[in-house]
Structures are given as C-alpha cells and as structure tokens.
C-alpha cells in the first residue's frame, strides 16, 4: 500500500466501508491500470481488430472455394479410383471451417466496418459467399453423420447450420436486391453468389431431410434466377470489357450455370418431372450452359488480361465457380450411359477440365492465403459515397500530393490526378 494509507490505517478503519473503498480506488487503481487490463481494448485485442480491418471480405469467397475443391477431390478420387485424393479433400473442409469463424470474427469485432461495407453490393456479394460455404460445410458434416448412432449432438448442429445458411441467404438476397436497386447496379458476375444460391437450401437440405417441397421450390427458384441474370450479365461482360467486372470478379460468370448443374446432382433431380427423357434433357442442358459459360468466361478474361497481371483480394471470385465447373461435368460424366461418341467427348472434356484447371484453383487459394498471412492488403474505405466527396483519404496513400507540390503542379491537376489514382484504387479489398 502507499505510505499514506500506513500512516492513517487507523483513521481508514474508522471510515465507512463504503468511504474505504473510494480510497482504496483512488489509491491502486492509477498505479496497477486494472480498467486497461479488463478493458478489450489492450494491445493484443487492437492489434487482432486491426488485423481483421485488413482482411478482405473476399476471404468468405476463399472458404467458399475451399468447400469447392474439397467437393471436387472427393469426386475425382471415385471416378479415377485415385483414394488419396479422397483423404486431401479434409484439409480443405477444416480450412474452411477456420476461414468462417475469421469471417465471423470479423462481424464481431469490427462491426463499423462490416456496416460500412455492406453498403455496396459486392461486399454483400462477398459475405454472402461465406453463408453459402457455411451450408455446404454443414451439410457436408450432415451426411458424414447420417448413418452415425454416435454423434447425434453433431449431427443437430449441422442441422441448424444448415437452416441457419438458409435463413441467411434468402435475407442476404433480399438485401442484395435493395442495395442494387439503391445504388442502380446493374446485373455482372457478383450478383450470382447472393442469388443463384437460393438452391444452396435446397442442395443442403437433402442432407438434413428437408421437406422435398421446400427443395423443389429452391432448386427451381434458383433455376429461375440463374437463366434470367445470366444472359444479361453476359451480355454486359462482353460488351463493355472495361466497364463492367475489369478485374478479376469475372471469373464468377461461370458460376450460376456450373452451380445449378451441381445442385441438380446434388437433389437428385426434381420430382416434378415425369420421366427419365425430360430429366436427362434439363441434365444436358445444365451441362452445356455450364460448359459453355466457362468458355464466355474465358473469353472475358482474356478481354480484361490488363487487369489480371496483379494478385488482389478478388481472384477469390476464381475459386468456387471453376471447382463447380470441374465437378458439374464429373457428375455429368458419371451419369453418362453407354459410351457413345457424344458421351465419351464428354468424358474426355471432363477429364482435360479436372486436371488443367483444377490445380489453378489450388494455386489461387494458397497464394491468397499467403497474401493474407504475411504480405497482407492495406485497409480501404468501402464507402462510394464517402469517397466521391474527399478526395484524399488516410486510409489509402496517395502519393501524387508530395510530388505534385515539388513540381510546382496546380491544385487543380494535383486533385485531378489523386482522383484518377483514388478510383483506380477504391474497393480493392472487396
């Protein structure tokens, strides 16, 4: 204690007790600091939060394409017969699960910025990706402990992530629309995670003994959506190569079709339809749409090749839609009849997808990690409109103003330049 509590210890323990605490306070308190270390805002906490600012909402679209490479390992090792592949797809599901729960962290943590992004629909477009990986995640555990009389606990949990991802989705999607119709977005890749995953519940919720109504009406929802945005987005990705997506976004406008195709397998059809000939004929055209969008997709890139030359948070949108495509046509594959001409082109299109693209997948996950980790991406406001009315923002450097003022240039070309540079840069860690 300080010398001026020994020295009156007796006049203290005349005091009240409630008088003896406030001079207690009054005494330790400023020397032992216990508010900091109760406080959540130490320096291990701060630096966690500001850690989590600068990680990209796109790493939803990461975990979301972790599920998908594991889906696709799984697949590829019973059609080849190639069983280590079957045990390298559970790396991929835990590294999933840990990429949610930083997403979810995320959301806890700093909640400002969260709020903050989730006013542009591509940041929506990026949270919803990690509810779609969090359904598939949950249902993939689901069928693990189908026929287990062991886990029961597991397998209800897996349950409520399931209708969990459920309830998320259709309030992302609805959400989604409102900030489109906000802000006049028109359709492009990023409006594929938020809408055509209306199927997700219904290719999860086989897993859990979902109502096949329900399944029926997601699946066909998500029919819906998918063949009325897809050829609009389309359209506008070919059109203007330099307008819509000029970056790697556009590797999402293979999802929606390769999505549903793998939905399709994944409920085993509809039984709406009467008849093998009317489902074999909505499989084939599944197919095709998805094989053919992969083809447009790679046409948009090489259209925007310019913009590709720099690793950023949104080769995210690489991962999922081109594991969709390789699994999609290994399920077609598999579902093939006799081997005849057409069935066996297929085939051998399969196989050339499964093992030229699917190492690319790979490749993009690791990197993006590795970004994250140790290289890392600097923190950007997500704000538009905060970003049309100043021109200079702390968050991102501009280097144009020093060196602007040492050539002597105007503040008029100097504003003009950092404008340029601004929106060059705006939405990076999308």
Not at 159 to 165: E, F, K, P
Not at 174 to 184: E, G, K, L, N
Not at 282 to 304: D, K, M, P
């Amino acid at each position: 204690p300080p010398p001026s509590m020994l020295q009156n210890q007796k006049a203290v323990e005349a005091q009240s007790p409630d008088k003896m605490i406030s001079d207690l306070t009054e005494d330790f308190l400023p020397q032992v600091d216990y508010r900091r270390l109760c406080s959540l805002g130490g320096p291990t906490m701060k630096l966690l939060k500001d850690r989590l600012r600068r990680t990209p909402p796109s790493i939803g679209g990461i975990s979301l394409g972790c599920v998908g490479v594991a889906g696709a390992l799984v697949h590829i090792s019973r059609f080849f017969q190639l069983r280590f592949l079957y045990w390298l797809a559970a790396p991929f599901f835990c590294g999933s699960s840990c990429l949610l729960l930083v997403v979810a962290l995320r959301i806890a943590l700093v909640l400002d910025t969260a709020r903050e992004e989730l006013r542009l629909p591509e940041a929506v477009s990026a949270y919803a990706a990690a509810v779609v990986s969090l359904a598939l995640n949950s249902s993939a555990l689901a069928r693990v402990l189908g026929n287990s009389e062991f886990f029961p606990v597991l397998f209800t949990l897996a349950a409520a992530g399931v209708w969990l991802a459920a309830v998320l989705q259709f309030a992302y999607m609805v959400y989604f629309f409102y900030r489109c119709w906000r802000t006049s977005t028109l359709p492009e890749p990023f409006w594929f995670p938020p809408t055509v995953s209306f199927a997700m519940t219904g290719w999860s919720g086989t897993s859990v003994h979902m109502d096949r109504t329900l399944v029926e009406i997601t699946f066909w929802g998500g029919m819906l959506l998918c063949f009325s945005l897809l050829p609009i987005a389309m359209f506008r990705v070919l059109r203007y190569p330099t307008k819509v997506a000029p970056n790697p976004s556009v590797g999402i406008l293979q999802a929606p079709a390769s999505f549903m195709l793998v939905a399709w397998f994944a409920v085993g059809g509809s039984e709406w339809l009467e008849g093998e000939t009317s489902r074999a004929v909505v499989a084939c055209v599944l197919f095709f749409s998805s094989q053919g969008t992969f083809l447009i997709t790679l046409v948009a890139v090489w259209q925007r090749r310019q913009h590709l030359r720099v690793f950023s948070p949104r080769f995210a949108g690489f991962t999922f839609p081109t594991a969709s495509s390789v699994t999609g046509a290994l399920l077609y594959w598999q579902s093939l009849g006799d081997p005849r001409s057409a069935e066996l082109l297929a085939s051998v299109w399969s196989a050339v997808m499964a093992f030229l693209t699917f190492p690319l997948v790979i490749v993009i996950i690791f990197v993006y990690l590795i970004h994250w980790i140790w290289l890392g991406w600097p923190e950007v406001v997500a704000d538009p409109m905060r970003l049309a009315k100043t021109p200079v923002v702390s968050e991102t450097p501009i280097e144009a103003f020093p060196e602007g003022e040492s050539q002597g240039e105007g503040p008029a070309k100097i504003q003009a330049k950092s404008s340029r540079q601004l929106k060059a840069s705006q939405f990076e860690t999308v």
